[in-house]
C-alpha cells in the first residue's frame, strides 16, 4: 500500500479529516498588497485561515470562497483604517 493509501486508510478508520485536498495557502490582496494565509482544513469540513505574519488575523468559513472573502474583511479591519497602513 502506497503513501496515499495509508493515509485514506486512516482518515477512515480514525475519522480524521483529509487534508490531502485542503489547499495549504491562500494569495489574496486587499488595498493593493498580497497577502497570504496558510489554510487548514476544519473538522467539521470547514476551513481556518491565518495571514502569515499578522497572528491576529485569522478567520474560518465553509467554503474556499467565502474563506478568501472574510480574509480580505479580517485584514482591512485589522491591518487598515481608512486606507492608511495601522500594521505591518
Known amino acids: 500500500m502506497d503513501l496515499n493509501g495509508v493515509l485514506a486508510f ?3 478508520v480514525r ?3 483529509d487534508l490531502r ?3 495549504q495557502t491562500m494569495d489574496f490582496t486587499t488595498h493593493g498588497q498580497i497577502f497570504t494565509a496558510d489554510v487548514t ?3 467539521d469540513g ?3 485561515a491565518t495571514v502569515r ?3 491576529n488575523c485569522f478567520t474560518e468559513a465553509d ?3 467565502e474563506l ?3 480574509l480580505i474583511e479580517v485584514t482591512d479591519l485589522m491591518l487598515f483604517d481608512e486606507g492608511r497602513t495601522v500594521a505591518k
Do not use: M, Q
Open 53 to 55: 505574519g499578522h497572528d
Open 68 to 70: 478568501r472573502k472574510n
Open 15 to 17: 475519522g480524521l479529516p
Open 10 to 12: 486512516i482518515v477512515a
Open 21 to 23: 485536498n485542503a489547499p
Open 46 to 48: 470547514g476551513y481556518c
Open 41 to 43: 482544513s476544519d473538522a
Open 63 to 65: 467554503t474556499l470562497p
